[in-house]
């Protein structure tokens, strides 16, 4: 039987739905907002998958074409293809806002699938399917420790706005979403235009509010449902089988009092400054436990069970005992400072613009790469089609973490840190009239020690100033850690986390800015959830990090370079009358295909008549600029020009102004004295010097070469000069709407667009 709650939600009805579709699913939902809606089911397998070290959740995110009416741009392919980016970065921002409120010991897979039926390019499916996933695991029946709510929240002229429009959110500057539970706050993503920490907090807390509303709607909806459960199959179990189960309790009580013992004096019995040396500690305490265990006559197959389940669980606790209890780290840091840092610049010497940090072990490689507007990305989905000019990419090979892996393409991962480091420069990119290329930069991870995603983002903003990309101010980024007793009884911030520092009651909370305020933030919990009290400090001692690591970045390289690498291709842009447009571009592209050919350059034009001229050859790229602005320039009477004469009449000579415009030498203009036809004074070819002298209604142009000292060479001796007594009648101008009103042109010239 179909089950519908509904409530006023920030100004528009939020529904949920559920009993009528998708009806094998263990649970399925229905919301809508607006006219968005949003279907989320969810399965878990009923038994255990065998070999599983971790909880095996999927959270997938389909954006459907349709749900925006849209037909796939593509002539040969009209079904959805692979993902796209932005639905990737919604499902894991779906995944990391539920997953820590999961059984984390459960080895059933769970396979939550969004489905977005209907957007109406107005209320924001990533919200609504945020909600979706909350109540479809709400009504399931299964172990999770929600429900939990979002909301998104920009900021308008110093107010904040609430689940804002797509139109909104183009004037916000905040970008936050925000998921958490009643108390807690779980999950950040956020993207802002230098937003101050004190600012960020108190969004942050409003969100927490505001979305209490849509949690409540699901609890009213749970008291509606009765879930289907998602039991274990009970199977019988022999003595034998039971005594088993017993031995294993026994044995890992046994090996849990051995480790909390010895595990602080090995861990901790010098500083151990390398990831290898933590490695190699944690070696030792395994080998010594398991010579423990052999001598406690405990046979290899149990010993080996016993290491694998308890070794890295004490490890976490006796590490989060240490930082909690004494203020001390694994690797003797203070709780607030920041591993060595290492910043260096033009590494590479062909690429555009290069850079090299490192925070401790963590190493990345970032290189630039300039290119023509016209490179920029097209992107399609449900939004519609939109460009892309700016783009980072990140990479994370294997090697980076000393091991040995297939390497099968980009990842959630890679999407994810690529995103997170261009969401933090995109503010401070200059616009496209400014600096009219588009950007790719490229972070090459070469050692992966703790946040990687930061270190590119600092050595995005060192190789984008070594390329002289004119960016607005250096933007950093550092991760902040937590350690805490599950229940949030005691806690500490650590700076600058690290491998052993990211266990069960910890997070993951990256902090980007430049001196001014923050540009991005994201935020997992691996708890379930923090405390305002805890994001006040975080920010307090990210803040602290960002200014010491912006230090290190301006002394590497204080400012954006003034000049371009001599391999970056050159673009000179101006604006045009964008009725001028059609004459750049010429019948069929003829005139702009011209010049292209001509030139070797690529040429751009937006619908506003902002003209890009782009070439790695500075001469030819100069050489297009002007044949461009020729074509668009307003003549007047009185301009002098020298131009090739292209066509001869019996009663006078064209002579070419631009690309697209001729004028007309009469034959009583060619020289000071009377010519009997053009031909006997100029050949087609010829390069003379001429002046408007009128310009007619029609917008036909006049030309003289008298009075002109550069033609005087064509005058000498009296060439071709006549006795006007020998023509019969004597000399006659063209009768109106004779030759010289048919105006000939030249078989390459385009014509002149009517108006």
Not at 337 to 365: C, K, M, W, Y
Not at 589 to 605: F, L, Y
Not at 619 to 646: C, M, P
Request: glycine share 10%; hydrophobic share 40%.
């Amino acid at each position: 039987m179909e089950k519908i709650v509904s409530t006023d939600w920030l100004g528009r009805q939020l529904t949920i739905k559920t009993g009528k579709m998708a009806l094998q699913a263990d649970a399925a939902v229905l919301v809508q907002y607006g006219e968005t809606v949003v279907m989320a089911t969810v399965v878990q397998n009923k038994s255990s998958r065998e070999g599983v070290e971790f909880f095996p959740l999927m959270v997938e995110f389909q954006e459907k074409l349709y749900a925006a009416g849209i037909i796939k741009g593509s002539r040969w392919i009209k079904r959805e293809g692979r993902p796209t980016d932005d639905s990737v970065l919604t499902g894991r921002m779906i995944d990391r806002s539920i997953r820590p409120l999961f059984n984390q010991e459960d080895r059933r897979d769970v396979q939550v699938i969004i489905t977005v039926l209907a957007v109406d390019q107005e209320n924001d499916h990533d919200i609504v399917s945020l909600v979706a996933s909350s109540a479809v695991l709400a009504i399931s029946g299964m172990e999770w420790r929600g429900p939990i709510g979002g909301v998104r929240i920009g900021r308008i002229e110093n107010e904040f706005i609430f689940n804002p429009t797509y139109a909104e959110q183009a004037l916000s500057s905040l970008d936050l979403v925000v998921a958490g539970t009643k108390g807690k706050t779980i999950m950040i993503e956020a993207g802002a235009n230098e937003v101050p920490e004190e600012l960020m907090l108190e969004a942050i807390i409003a969100g927490q509010e505001k979305m209490q509303p849509a949690i409540d709607l699901i609890v009213e909806l749970q008291k509606q449902v009765t879930p289907k459960t998602a039991s274990i199959k009970k199977s019988l179990k022999s003595e034998d089988e039971l005594k088993q189960e017993e031995d294993k309790k026994a044995l890992l009580a046994l090996g849990e009092a051995w480790l909390k013992e010895n595990v602080k004096n090995i861990l901790f019995d010098k500083v151990y400054y390398t990831k290898g040396e933590r490695k190699a500690a944690i070696g030792a305490i395994k080998e010594q436990f398991d010579a423990y265990l052999f001598s406690q006559n405990i046979s290899a197959d149990k010993r080996g069970y016993a290491i694998k389940s308890l070794v890295e669980k004490v490890v976490d606790e006796e590490v989060t005992r240490a930082i909690l209890e004494e203020g001390r780290r694994v690797d003797g840091r203070a709780l607030d400072e920041i591993r060595a840092l290492n910043a260096e610049v033009a590494l590479l010497p062909r690429d555009h613009g290069t850079s090299l940090f490192s925070r401790g072990e963590t190493q990345v490689l970032s290189i630039v790469t300039l290119g023509a507007p016209g490179l920029e990305q097209s992107l399609e989905g449900m939004e519609g089609q939109s460009k892309k000019r700016y783009r980072h990419h990140y990479n994370f090979p294997p090697f980076s973490v000393g091991e040995a892996a297939p390497m099968r393409g980009t990842g959630r991962r890679e999407n994810g840190h690529g995103a997170l480091a261009e969401k933090a420069l995109l503010p401070m990119i200059p616009n496209k009239e400014d600096f009219p290329y588009t950007v790719r930069v490229v972070s090459e991870t070469l050692g992966s020690n703790g946040s990687s995603s930061m270190a590119s983002t600092c050595a995005s903003t060192l190789a984008l100033m070594d390329a002289g990309v004119p960016i607005k101010k250096p933007v950093v980024g550092i991760a902040m850690g937590l350690a805490s007793y599950k229940d949030l009884s005691k806690w500490q911030v650590l700076t600058d986390i690290q491998d052993l520092e990211d266990g069960d009651g910890g997070m993951d909370f990256k902090i980007t800015g430049t001196a001014a305020g923050l540009t991005g933030i994201q935020l997992d919990t691996k708890t379930e959830g923090i405390t305002p009290e805890i994001m006040k400090q975080t920010f307090k001692q990210g803040r602290e990090a960002l200014n010491k690591i912006l230090k290190v970045i301006t002394d590497a390289i204080p400012t954006p370079r003034a000049e371009l690498s001599p391999y970056a291709p050159r673009i000179i842009s101006f604006h045009v009358d964008p009725e001028k447009i059609g004459a750049i571009i010429g019948p069929g592209g003829k005139v702009i295909n011209k010049i292209i050919d001509e030139t070797g350059v690529s040429i751009d034009i937006d619908d506003d008549g902002l003209v890009m001229v782009c070439g790695t050859d500075s001469v030819k790229v100069n050489e297009a600029v002007e044949q461009v602005k020729a074509i668009v320039h307003v003549f007047e009477v009185g301009e002098t020009f020298t131009g090739k004469v292209v066509r001869m009449m019996d009663f006078g000579a064209f002579v070419q102004l631009n690309n697209s415009q001729d004028g007309l030498v009469r034959a009583g203009e060619l020289a000071p004295y009377f010519v009997n036809t053009p031909g006997d004074l100029l050949n087609i070819g010829d390069m003379v010097t001429v002046k408007i002298i009128e310009i007619d209604d029609q917008g036909r142009i006049n030309l003289t070469m008298k009075g002109l000292s550069e033609n005087e060479a064509y005058w000498k001796d009296e060439k071709g000069k006549g006795n006007p007594e020998n023509r019969m009648g004597g000399f006659r101008r063209p009768a109106p709407g004779g030759d010289r009103g048919r105006f000939p042109r030249r078989d390459d010239a385009p014509r002149r667009p009517r108006f």
